[in-house]
């Protein structure tokens, strides 16, 4: 089976919105971490995120769109509006039905849904929108883009948590192997409110730190949690490369494993998560010029995932730039693909900002200061998602 | 324009698991549906005066008398709790033993863990009074609540699967989308076994609410027995429901080998956008009669060899035009010859997961060579003037049977059923 | 009672400003299909309507009014009605 290509890239990060102003960010190791600007933390002991800056809706949306969307799904759009011009596509001329979205979710439209739970109990039930039907659930953005775009292919939606940006593009990859002929496919997130916030917290991973350069530390002696950000990418997947276009890469390989629950006495299945992607990609361990980490912050975690590596690959460069902009949930595998994607481009690998000191035990080639350089025909990206997903996707020069 | 081959590795069905009003289980469940008896009623969770459609399909449903611990219980979320007992179920069906690596779990669920997280809010909202909601009175699994794949993850965990495990949530098609999901995994190579279904528990206010805002749902209230209507001339739109259903999906070969008892072979599954409207269906139904052809395809089966078609029928005006006209550009003639009915007559309309307790009925009604009936249908709208299954079940022996479904953010899918190769 | 501007200013805000009509203009007989309202929007138009002028609209007239026009008559008869 033949790998599909990626040709077109959307995508907004608190590091930048669009390719070229992301990359030219993240290779400087930038970091889009600050307090957060879209709620008031008083009180919570999480105080920063990775805020996507600048983000107008209404420069980019027709006012209709406004009422009936979540901050998240207005960013989703966009993107799939800068994913299909990159690849320069117009919807409208593909064949009917040939062409279809799919997107990884986490919590959906939390924010829109936290307005109207506050309208509904606080005023009553006839106080909820008509729009509350469908603006905050986990199916949204497939939908408004489907729709936006006129893509009446396959639509799915996938929710692994933070690894679903990279099960999305499998999904994209069976439906591109039986008949689609071009697929959008990634995850662009928001958690940004109160309510949303409270639910991370629950979550006993997050970073209560309140210094940008020192609250996300993956893989250091001094992580003590994750930040977390919004934003991330959609793609365009096609099998092939249409004349004049460009391919930024191949989808080689993919493959997802799930953890035992803690205490059964049985091990990790990252590892094997890993393995198993390779083997789809048909590679072996040793063409893998670099690796995209899962990067959680968290120190059990973090020597988990670097264990994992360490042993399927020996030493090999590994970089986790989303220190810089914070774990994006459903955006964020998406956006590390396309860190890898460029990277392949560009041949140099970019820095993990802020990391000073590995934690004892943490034996990794992890790339801080300066991007390296280095010519990169095969990456690999991993994420986990909370609640055991591991998942591993082998990217390809074309 | 579709290059779907015939998968080396074909998918059959070999376990069955419900929580479905009426009755926990799938014995309960088929003596309701194929006896027409309906288990909609005025909702009894809460107070439901307050809102404009005030009947619902309620499980009842107890965690503790169905096996789960009070730990689980405390920690699940209802709609985890309905897929985790539904697995069990379907698992013990099937007389599997997991073998964890090879092993996945696809779970389907429109709106997740709604109820959970609706019941948090009013905590730590004082009741909607705070925007600046305190999380000194959040509980730990409210990340649970906020990122559904916790459900999906309970399942993996109870069952021991270690292989590919993810929520599907495309709307009222996921449960359709989850069981095509798990039939994906397995014919791709990725696991020899999938438990694949749906869960969705949305009896709650905030789900009343939005239906109400856009009158999606019956207002017929004061006859919750009979408010599910489905391609009746009086039909004015839903009954809200929960349920769930796992089924244990196998390889065929690895299922023959141990001597499995096999239902049938999922033969074909496809699903398309209308690309149209969040919640409005054009009256053509292209997009789901192009779901449905694909899938017929898949299947090599010919729209005269379809014995059965498990409508989506969800009772508002807009579906049931919508289905009727995408099954007769399908079937063609054949659609007048063809028995079609909808089980939400009798369990309501439960989102994520009746496209899986569809797939469930449909199982059952190939093994009792009975097709359950749609329930309340006494004068047809003049639009839907095909084979319906009023009031009594039929019987008959259906070899190949079409289940579709239909959802808000324009999905339309399709799946065939097929016991003749299985 | 409820003027055409004010259902105008309640339009703009649950579901956006036109993108193919002037609703500033002459309007009042435009059906809102013409000025791009589909029935969702115009659901969300009389809910809120429903809020901020305290009236019950029953469903099947918010369905047939399909002007602003219709819209308004339907309003202001039950703003007299129970005035």
């Known amino acids: 089976m033949s790998a599909p290509h990626v040709t077109g890239i959307g995508l907004l990060a608190p590091t930048g919105m669009g390719v070229e102003q992301y990359w030219s960010a993240t290779l400087a190791g930038a970091c889009g971490i600050g307090k957060v600007t879209r709620f008031d933390t008083a009180g919570y002991p999480a105080v920063l995120a990775g805020e996507v800056d600048g983000f107008e809706a209404r420069e980019h949306l027709s006012s209709r769109m406004l009422p009936q969307t979540d901050h998240m799904t207005r960013m989703a759009l966009v993107a799939s509006d800068w994913a299909l011009a990159d690849a320069g596509v117009k919807p409208d001329e593909l064949p009917d039905f040939a062409a279809g979205v799919v997107t990884a979710s986490s919590a959906g439209g939390f924010e829109f849904g936290h307005r109207e739970l506050e309208a509904l109990w606080s005023k009553g039930s006839d106080h909820v929108s008509a729009y509350q039907s469908f603006a905050w659930f986990y199916a949204v953005n497939t939908g408004q883009i489907s729709i936006r775009q006129g893509l009446r292919g396959p639509g799915g939606v996938v929710v692994t948590e933070q690894s679903g940006g990279l099960d999305v593009l499998a999904m994209a990859r069976r439906r591109l192997r039986d008949g689609a002929e071009l697929m959008l496919a990634g995850g662009v997130d928001s958690g940004l409110c109160p309510w949303g916030w409270v639910a991370q917290i629950a979550s006993d991973r997050l970073s209560y730190r309140d210094d940008p350069a020192r609250a996300y530390l993956p893989f250091d002696t001094d992580a003590t949690g994750f930040v977390p950000g919004e934003g991330g990418a959609i793609l365009v997947v096609e099998n092939d490369v249409r004349p004049g276009a460009r391919s930024y890469g191949t989808i080689a390989g993919h493959a997802s494993t799930f953890d035992p629950p803690a205490g059964s006495g049985r091990p990790g299945t990252l590892r094997r998560a890993i393995e198993n992607a390779l083997a789809d990609a048909g590679a072996d361990a040793a063409e893998v010029d670099v690796v995209f980490a899962d990067a959680a912050g968290v120190p059990e975690l973090d020597r988990a995932e670097a264990v994992a590596i360490t042993e399927v690959f020996g030493p090999v460069p590994v970089t986790a730039p989303k220190a810089g902009v914070g774990r994006l949930y459903s955006g964020g595998a998406s956006l590390d693909v396309v860190a890898a994607l460029l990277a392949i481009r560009d041949e140099v690998v970019p820095p993990t900002p802020n990391v000073a000191r590995l934690a004892p035990g943490i034996d990794l080639d992890l790339v801080v200061g300066r991007p390296r350089h280095k010519k990169i025909r095969t990456a690999l990206v991993v994420a986990r998602g909370y609640g055991g997903y591991n998942s591993a996707v082998v990217l390809r020069a074309s | 324009m579709d290059n779907s081959a015939r998968p080396a590795r074909r998918v059959v069905v070999t376990g069955i698991g419900v929580v479905a009003p009426g009755g926990t289980g799938r014995a309960a469940f088929w003596d309701l549906i194929s006896n027409g008896r309906t288990a909609t009623r005025r909702i009894t969770f809460f107070d439901p005066s307050p809102f404009r459609s005030q009947v619902a399909a309620e499980c009842d449903f107890d965690p503790i008398e169905r096996g789960l611990t009070p730990r689980q219980a405390r920690r699940m979320d209802r709609a985890a709790q309905f897929a985790v007992v539904a697995a069990r179920e379907a698992v013990t069906d099937s007389g599997l033993a997991v073998d964890p690596a090879r092993t996945g779990v696809a779970v389907g669920s429109a709106v997740g863990c709604t109820t959970g997280l609706e019941q948090e809010y009013s905590v730590v909202s004082d009741s909607g009074r705070k925007w600046h909601v305190d999380n000194n009175y959040a509980v730990p699994q409210l990340f649970d609540y906020y990122v559904p794949s916790s459900i999906s993850s309970e399942v993996a965990w109870d069952v021991g699967a270690e292989g590919p495990v993810a929520l599907i949530s495309t709307g009222c098609t996921s449960g359709l989308d989850a069981v095509g999901h798990g039939r994906d995994v397995i014919a791709e190579g990725g696991a020899d076994v999938v438990i694949a279904g749906a869960t969705d528990a949305p009896i709650s206010p905030i789900t009343l609410a939005c239906f109400d805002a856009i009158k999606a749902t019956t207002n017929r209230n004061d006859e919750p027995h009979t408010a599910s209507r489905p391609f009746d001339r009086s039909r004015n739109g839903f009954v809200l429901a929960e349920a769930a259903a796992v089924f244990v999906l196998e390889e065929r070969e690895h299922a023959r080998r141990r001597g499995a008892r096999i239902y049938a072979e999922i033969s074909g599954f496809a699903t398309r956008c209308n690309a149209f409207h969040m919640t409005g269906l054009r009256p053509d139904g292209r997009e789901m009669a192009e779901a449905i052809r694909v899938a017929l395809a898949q299947g090599r089966i010919a729209p005269t060899e379809v014995d059965y078609v498990n409508a989506h029928g969800s009772g508002t005006k807009q579906n049931d035009r919508h289905e009727t006209a995408a099954v007769k550009i399908t079937l063609g003639e054949h659609a007048y010859r063809t028995p079609m009915s909808s089980i939400k007559s009798m369990i309501g309309h439960s989102l994520g997961a009746i496209g899986s307790v569809e797939i469930a009925a449909c199982l059952l009604a190939m093994e009792h060579d009975v097709l359950p009936p749609t329930a309340n249908l006494h004068e047809p709208d003049p639009e839907c003037d095909l084979d319906y299954i009023p009031l009594v079940a039929r019987e008959k022996r259906a070899d190949v049977v079409l289940t579709v479904g239909s959802g808000f953010g324009g999905f339309q899918s399709a799946m065939v059923l097929d016991r003749r190769s299985a | ?83």
């Open chain 3, 1 to 83: 009672m409820m003027t055409l501007a004010e259902l105008v200013a309640i339009i703009r805000e649950c579901a956006g400003d036109s993108d193919v009509a002037d609703l500033d203009g002459d309007v009042l007989d435009v059906s809102f299909e013409d000025l791009g309202y589909d029935s969702l929007a115009m659901l969300e138009a009389a809910g809120q309507t429903q809020r901020r002028y305290a009236v019950t609209l029953v469903d099947d007239a918010v369905v047939e009014a399909r002007t602003p026009r219709e819209f308004l008559t339907l309003v202001n008869g039950e703003l007299t009605r129970v005035g």
